[in-house]
């Protein structure tokens, strides 16, 4: 671990993430880059370059991928990784996390997070405020559990899906990789194709 964390993405997630980066108190700066060069700041915090600056601060720096949408943040973090600089996850003082439980890099989990035993996170998610998770979920990488999103035990959902805010994913249900849960939406068996799926129970919303 550096003295410094860049995090990529200076807007909403963003100012999530720098303020748990703060809480945590593990490095001595925090600073931003952003590819819109008209964001000087946020949250007080510097924004020192774009993205593609990174790589002058390879070597002094701990960097975090702050971007919403999941397959911008994949693209962008499986660059900067393969290209050697260090991913971090950072997870907020708050978060209640069971034993046995694996999380991946660049992973956030955000505050009032409750993980129970045995999950397993894949890297680059976001769990956020408030969510929770109960044993032996398995969320794969590039995953959004938004708000106040509770699934319970023996769940897996697939990769780069999103997870609307409020949703209930019932045990031992299985999540494809690709699909968007709408918001509020009561998942009670297993979802098999990528698509959109809204209501209680879900639907396919996107044919």
Not at 35 to 47: Q, T, Y
Not at 145 to 157: D, L
Request: glycine share 12%; aromatic share 6%; net charge neutral.
């Amino acid at each position: 671990m550096k003295d410094k964390l860049i995090i990529i993405g200076a807007s909403g997630h963003g100012k999530v993430v720098a303020d748990i980066a703060i809480k945590m108190s593990k490095w001595q700066s925090v600073t931003f880059l952003d590819d819109d060069v008209f964001i000087k700041a946020s949250m007080g915090l510097e924004v020192i370059g774009k993205t593609s600056d990174a790589f002058k601060y390879k070597d002094e720096a701990d960097f975090f991928v702050a971007i919403g949408n999941n397959a911008i943040r994949k693209k962008i973090q499986e660059y900067l990784s393969d290209e050697g600089l260090n991913i971090v996850s950072l997870i907020h003082p708050s978060v209640v996390i069971g034993s046995y439980v694996e999380v991946g890099i660049g992973t956030a989990i955000m505050a009032g997070v409750v993980i129970n035993s045995s999950c397993r996170i894949g890297k680059g998610c976001i769990i956020n405020t408030s969510s929770s998770l109960d044993h032996d979920n398995v969320i794969e990488d590039y995953v959004h559990i938004s708000p106040g999103v509770r699934t319970a035990g023996s769940v897996e959902i697939g990769k780069g899906t999103w997870i609307g805010i409020g949703s209930v994913v019932s045990n031992n249900v299985n999540i494809c990789s690709g699909c968007k849960v709408g918001a509020g939406a009561v998942v009670v068996k297993d979802i098999t194709e990528p698509g959109t799926y809204v209501g209680v129970p879900v639907r396919r919303a996107d044919r």
